[in-house]
């Protein structure tokens, strides 16, 4: 776990955002464009069709809970990190609604790492 927060506190100083770009994503996490692909399964880049550009982003919420999911710590850690994580307004409390979009984003998570779809 030490390592998942390490990554998270870069990419807490490096983006404004929860979403990544390819560019942005290679240069927190020193992974190649074939692990982006890997989270970037729905394309839901930008399109900014007007401009024929497309720019490939990735949930960066869902991409940590993937990590903290299939790292091999403890459940507890696994947890504690999740928790903190979701408690974004630092109230040390889950909201029900923060808890549903954190089972939503491991779930989400889970289906990207086995790529499975909708259908």
Same mark, same amino acid.
């Given at each position: 776990?030490?390592?998942?927060?390490?990554?998270?506190? %870069?990419?807490?100083?490096? #983006?404004? /955002?929860?979403?990544?770009?390819?560019?942005? *994503?290679?240069?927190? =996490?020193?992974?190649?464009?074939?692990?982006?692909?890997?989270?970037?399964?729905d394309n839901n880049?930008?399109?900014?069709?007007?401009?024929?550009?497309?720019?490939?982003?990735?949930?960066?919420?869902?991409?940590?809970? %993937?990590?903290?999911?299939? #790292?091999? /710590?403890?459940?507890?850690?696994?947890?504690? *990190?999740?928790?903190? =994580?979701f408690d974004m307004?630092?109230?040390?409390y889950l909201e029900?609604?923060?808890?549903?979009?954190?089972?939503?984003?491991?779930?989400?998570?889970?289906?990207?790492?086995?790529?499975?779809?909708?259908?």
């Amino acid at each position: 776990m030490g390592r998942i927060r390490t990554l998270h506190k %870069g990419f807490q100083m490096l #983006s404004e /955002s929860f979403a990544l770009n390819q560019k942005e *994503f290679e240069q927190i =996490f020193t992974y190649d464009e074939a692990v982006f692909v890997l989270w970037d399964t729905d394309n839901n880049g930008i399109a900014f069709e007007f401009f024929n550009l497309h720019l490939g982003l990735i949930d960066v919420i869902e991409f940590f809970c %993937g990590l903290t999911i299939f #790292s091999s /710590s403890r459940v507890e850690d696994k947890i504690r *990190f999740l928790f903190e =994580f979701f408690d974004m307004n630092e109230n040390n409390y889950l909201e029900e609604c923060d808890i549903q979009f954190m089972f939503l984003s491991c779930i989400n998570a889970v289906a990207k790492t086995f790529a499975f779809t909708d259908e």
